[in-house]
Nanobody, 128 residues
Framework: QPQLVESGGGLVQPGGSLRLSCAAS?????????????VNWFRQAPGKERAAVSC????????NYADSVKVRFTVSRDNAKNTIYLQLDSLKPEDTAVYYC????????????????WGSGTPVTVSS
């Protein structure tokens, strides 16, 4: 079965940076090629709903959903390494959340319910 595992989160001071990774496995059988899935990053702050951050298609087209992170976060993917990245720069306390990667077949979406596969998340805490 396909699996997604996030890593790279941790505690950082305001203004700091992190690079989150999403390692994908199990996308090897017919109909499970990683390259035909979009990768959607979400985050969920304490006491709040899970919200979309950005998405990247198999061809590298990026969609940013949150205005507050458009110039600070960068999503990328390396299908050869089966890894998707989210670069977090100029972090603010309000960025504190658990960050999730999720896969959706063919098309990006900002809806949690549209995702086909989920990782378990990696926590990011921004505090001085």
């Amino acid at each position: 079965q396909p699996q997604l595992v996030e890593s790279g989160g941790g505690l950082v001071q305001p203004g700091g940076s992190l690079r989150l990774s999403c390692a994908a496995s199990g996308f090897t059988a017919p109909g499970l090629s990683l390259g035909v899935y979009t990768v959607n990053w979400f985050r969920q702050a304490p006491g709040k709903e899970r919200a979309a951050v950005s998405c990247i298609t198999g061809g590298g087209i990026v969609t940013n959903y949150a205005d507050s992170v458009k110039v600070r976060f960068t999503v990328s993917r390396d299908n050869a390494k089966n890894t998707i990245y989210l670069q977090l720069d100029s972090l603010k306390p309000e960025d504190t959340a658990v960050y999730y990667c999720a896969e959706r077949f063919l098309r990006c979406s900002k809806s949690v319910k549209d995702m086909n596969y989920w990782g378990s998340g990696t926590p990011v805490t921004v505090s001085s």
